[in-house]
């Protein structure tokens, strides 16, 4: 008995793992599914809700996120452009560049769907932040830390580190700005010092003993050197010279 799931994604067949997501499936046929909470890395989430996809099930049709969705049977037909898959996504979009109206990326997938403009009747906020969590998650599972989490309900949710004030846990590693899909989470490198502004944390740069470049924050290899054993006095050279 074979182990594959065969599945149609807009007019084209594929098979695959059983468990495998709609999403996965789709890049296998090169189907762009458009997504912002999503990372290959880190494990999905189904916040943003951009990347829905309209799933006939057989007895029923359902909107639901494709990265989220594991195809378990036999006989899915999935849609991911439909009549109503389009009207969800413009809604999602409009909802999010009410809350980010500065989001780049945010209008560069607007632009796509024809919307130009934020609806009048909705209330803009000043925050390139959507809330899709990839920051904290990040942080979790790829960092192993906790430095940074969601806190308050409703309009009042809002990303950030316990008790608002800087948290010596957060290493300055910068992975949280670099998975950031709207550019929300700024990071300087400035002098010897870099800086999280949203985090209101600061730390000291590490600097190569013999190239003289600055690689890394203190803590971030503090930290690597305490879970590897590695020995500290190479902490002292970059990567590039390390391997010389």
């Known amino acids: 008995m074979s182990d594959l799931i065969p599945v149609v994604i807009d007019g084209r067949r594929v098979e695959v793992e059983r468990d495998t997501s709609v999403l996965d499936a789709a890049k296998r046929l090169g189907i762009e599914i458009p997504t912002l909470c999503y990372n290959e890395n880190i494990e999905p989430y189904g916040v943003c809700r951009m990347c829905v ?3 006939d099930e057989g007895k029923r049709k359902r909107i639901a996120p494709a990265c989220v969705y594991p195809i378990r ?3 899915l037909v999935i849609e991911t452009r439909s009549e109503r898959v389009i009207k969800h996504r413009r809604m999602l979009l409009q909802l999010l560049l009410a809350r980010a109206p500065e989001a780049s990326a945010l209008w560069e997938l607007a632009s796509e769907y024809g919307i130009t403009e934020i609806h009048p009747r909705l209330k803009k906020r ?3 932040c959507i809330l899709c969590g990839l920051c904290v998650r990040a942080c979790a599972q790829l960092v192993g830390l906790h430095a ?3 806190e308050g309900r409703g309009t009042e949710r809002r990303v950030a580190p316990p008790f608002d004030e800087e ?3 957060c290493i300055a590693c910068g992975t949280c700005h670099y998975v950031c899909p709207t550019d929300a989470i700024p990071m300087i490198d400035e002098g010897k010092k870099r800086i999280l502004p949203r985090w209101k944390r600061e730390v000291h740069m590490a600097t190569c003993k013999s190239c003289g470049r600055m690689f890394a ?6 930290i690597f050197a305490k879970r590897t054993g590695a020995d500290k006095s190479s902490l002292k050279l970059c990567p590039d010279c390390r391997g010389t």
């Open 53 to 55: 996809v309209e799933i």
């Open 73 to 75: 049977w036999e006989g």
């Open 126 to 128: 000043d925050d390139d």
């Open 148 to 150: 940074i989490a969601f």
């Open 167 to 169: 948290f010596s846990d």
């Open 217 to 222: 924050p203190w803590e971030q290899l503090e």
